[in-house]
T-cell receptor
Framework: ETGVTQSPTHLIKTRGQQVTLRCSSQ?????VSWYQQALGQGPQFIFQ???????GRGNFPPRFSGLQFPNYSSELNVNALELDDSALYLC???????????FGEGSWLTVV | AQSVAQPEDQVNVAEGNPLTVKCTYS??????LFWYVQYPNRGLQFLLKYITGDNLVKGSYGFEAEFNKSQTSFHLKKPSALVSDSALYFCAVSPFSGGYNKLIFGAGTRLAVHP
């Protein structure tokens, strides 16, 4: 158990819709990041939040956005869903940059 | 460009034999290096990391990894493989630039341990 929990575990959306994925970080971890793992590939960094502000972003368009709350829980929002957004979305938390990063079980998103 | 290469899509090994899963990286500065394991339809589980110090790092489930700066490699090893070690293994590097925790992952290596 990593102490990082994600919801929902599976969901199906239609192209053009919007989705919100949720994450509860390990207790005390103030840094949360999100990754997209397409089938058969390694995870790709989407962005990171530290103390409720985005402080790093990968090569993802602005329709991928996030929030981090004072209790360090987090959301990933994706607007205008595309078929290629179908993937496993992983939330990860750590105490600070350079420390071990712990991952949740992920949310499987299918866009049809 | 920063990158991680796992040259083998799959590694096959007999139970009880030693195993090696290869990883090389390309990143400026002194990187942090990680290995994670992923079981079917699951998230990533942390195995071990190298930050600094001894080049041989010991981790969970009897795994270890050897950091070689001159060869920019961080190969994962285990002296005696178990069938339960069969899974997908990811090497990752954190360039730790900009003060954030971005991990760059390799494409993964599927380990198959046969009885």
């Amino acid at each position: 158990e990593t102490g990082v929990t994600q919801s929902p575990t599976h969901l199906i959306k239609t192209r053009g819709q919007q989705v919100t994925l949720r994450c509860s970080s390990q207790s005390g971890h103030n840094t949360v990041s999100w990754y997209q793992q397409a089938l058969g590939q390694g995870p790709q960094f989407i962005f990171q939040y530290y103390r409720e502000e985005e402080n790093g972003r990968g090569n993802f368009p602005p329709r991928f956005s996030g929030l981090q709350f004072p209790n360090y829980s987090s959301e990933l929002n994706v607007n205008a869903l595309e078929l290629d957004d179908s993937a496993l979305y992983l939330c990860a938390s750590s105490l600070k940059a350079g420390n071990t990063i712990y991952f949740g079980e992920g949310s499987w998103l299918t866009v049809v | 460009a920063q990158s991680v290469a796992q040259p083998e899509d799959q590694v096959n090994v007999a139970e009880g034999n030693p195993l090696t899963v290869k990883c090389t990286y390309s990143v400026s500065g002194n990187p942090y290096l990680f290995w994670y394991v992923q079981y079917p339809n699951r998230g990533l589980q942390f195995l071990l990391k190298y930050i600094t110090g001894d080049n041989l790092v010991k981790g969970s489930y009897g795994f270890e990894a050897e950091f070689n700066k001159s060869q920019t490699s961080f190969h994962l090893k285990k002296p005696s493989a178990l069938v339960s070690d069969s899974a997908l293994y990811f090497c990752a590097v954190s360039p730790f630039s900009g003060g954030y925790n971005k991990l760059i992952f390799g494409a993964g290596t599927r380990l198959a341990v046969h009885p």
